[in-house]
C-alpha cells in the first residue's frame, strides 16, 4: 500500500465490470457508482471483462424493450474525468468482437488545449493482471 | 494479493477468469461453490493445475464437508484450509478480489 494512500489523499479504484447490460441491472449500477466516486475526486478507472464487454458495443438501442438506454451514459466518463477505461482483449474476440465494434468514448485532455482523446484502451490479459493488482479499491458488478 | 472465487466453474466463468487474470505469487482461494473447482478430473482440473505452478491455491474444508467432498477428490497441491486459515489469508493480503 503506497504512503499517498495511507494518508489518505486519494485511492486508485478500479471498477470490474464483468456482465452483460439490459438483462440484469448490474451494468448500469456499475456506472452509475463509478460517476459518483469519480465526482468525489477519487482516482477512478473502469475494466471491462467478460460479458462485460457487451456494455459497450455501439449502436445499443432499447427502445423496444422499454427499458432506459443507459448506453449514453458512458459517454459522461471524460466529463467526471474518468480517463482510462480498460477492456481485456481476450474477452472481446472470444465474443467476435474487436475495438470497432466499440462505442469511441473521448475526453478532452486539459493538459493538452482539450485536445479530444480516446478513453478506451484494450489490453491483453497480461495487462489487464497488473491492473488489477496494482489498483487500490476494487469494485466488482 | 488474495483472488477468492465462490462460485462452481461448471455454472459460471469466475474461476476461469480469475485464473487468466491473477498475477504469480498471488492466492487463489475457493470457498461455497467455488470448492467444486478443486476436483481432481473436473472442469478447472487443468487451470488449477497452471496455477500451481506459481500461485497457492487454497480450498475452503468446511465447505467441502458441507457438500461430501472427499479429500482424495482435491487435486494434489491445492491446500485444504479452515476458517481460522481464512481469516489468517485475508490478513496476510491487504487486497482481496472477490470474483462474484
Given at each position: 500500500?503506497?504512503?499517498?494512500?495511507?494518508s489518505?489523499?486519494?485511492?486508485?479504484?478500479?471498477?470490474?465490470n464483468?456482465?452483460?447490460?439490459?438483462?440484469?441491472n448490474?451494468?448500469?449500477?456499475?456506472?452509475?457508482?463509478?460517476?459518483?466516486?469519480?465526482?468525489?475526486?477519487?482516482?477512478?478507472?473502469?475494466?471491462?471483462?467478460?460479458?462485460?464487454?457487451?456494455?459497450?458495443?455501439?449502436?445499443?438501442?432499447?427502445?423496444?424493450?422499454?427499458?432506459?438506454?443507459?448506453?449514453?451514459?458512458?459517454?459522461?466518463?471524460?466529463?467526471?474525468?474518468?480517463?482510462?477505461?480498460?477492456?481485456?482483449?481476450?474477452?472481446?474476440?472470444?465474443?467476435?468482437?474487436?475495438?470497432?465494434?466499440l462505442?469511441?468514448?473521448?475526453?478532452?485532455?486539459?493538459?493538452?488545449?482539450?485536445?479530444?482523446?480516446?478513453?478506451?484502451?484494450?489490453?491483453?490479459?497480461?495487462?489487464?493482471?497488473?491492473?488489477?493488482?496494482?489498483?487500490?479499491?476494487?469494485?466488482?458488478? | 494479493?488474495?483472488?477468492?472465487?465462490?462460485k462452481?466453474?461448471?455454472?459460471?466463468?469466475?474461476?476461469?477468469?480469475?485464473?487468466?487474470?491473477?498475477?504469480?505469487?498471488?492466492?487463489?482461494?475457493?470457498?461455497?461453490?467455488?470448492?467444486?473447482?478443486?476436483?481432481?478430473?473436473?472442469e478447472?482440473?487443468?487451470?488449477?493445475?497452471?496455477?500451481?505452478?506459481?500461485?497457492?491455491?487454497?480450498?475452503?474444508?468446511?465447505?467441502?464437508?458441507?457438500?461430501?467432498?472427499?479429500?482424495?477428490?482435491?487435486?494434489?497441491?491445492?491446500?485444504?484450509?479452515?476458517?481460522?486459515?481464512?481469516?489468517?489469508?485475508?490478513v496476510?493480503?491487504?487486497?482481496?478480489?472477490?470474483?462474484?
Open positions: 500500500m503506497s504512503e499517498e494512500l495511507q489518505g489523499i486519494v485511492k486508485k479504484f478500479l471498477y470490474i464483468r456482465r452483460a447490460p439490459h438483462g440484469t448490474y451494468a448500469q449500477e456499475g456506472l452509475e457508482v463509478a460517476l459518483i466516486g469519480a465526482a468525489f475526486d477519487q482516482d477512478v478507472a473502469m475494466a471491462y471483462l467478460d460479458d462485460g464487454v457487451f456494455q459497450l458495443k455501439s449502436g445499443q438501442d432499447t427502445k423496444a424493450i422499454g427499458t432506459k438506454n443507459f448506453s449514453a451514459t458512458y459517454r459522461a466518463l471524460g466529463d467526471y474525468d474518468v480517463k482510462l477505461v480498460y477492456v481485456e482483449r481476450e474477452s472481446l474476440e472470444r465474443r467476435g468482437l474487436s475495438e470497432d465494434d462505442m469511441p468514448l473521448v475526453y478532452e485532455d486539459e493538459d493538452d488545449d482539450w485536445e479530444e482523446k480516446p478513453l478506451i484502451h484494450v489490453v491483453s490479459a497480461g495487462e489487464m493482471q497488473k491492473i488489477i493488482s496494482e489498483s487500490d479499491v476494487l469494485l466488482n458488478f | 494479493m488474495l483472488h477468492v472465487v465462490n462452481s466453474p461448471f455454472e459460471k466463468n469466475c474461476l476461469e477468469s480469475c485464473v487468466r487474470l491473477s498475477q504469480a505469487g498471488s492466492c487463489i482461494l475457493l470457498i461455497e461453490d467455488g470448492v467444486y473447482g478443486a476436483l481432481f478430473n473436473g478447472a482440473s487443468e487451470e488449477i493445475q497452471t496455477c500451481l505452478k506459481d500461485r497457492k491455491v487454497c480450498v475452503l474444508g468446511e465447505d467441502l464437508q458441507a457438500r461430501g467432498i472427499e479429500s482424495d477428490r482435491i487435486m494434489s497441491g491445492v491446500e485444504v484450509i479452515d476458517y481460522a486459515g481464512f481469516v489468517r489469508l485475508a496476510e493480503h491487504p487486497k482481496v478480489q472477490s470474483w462474484l
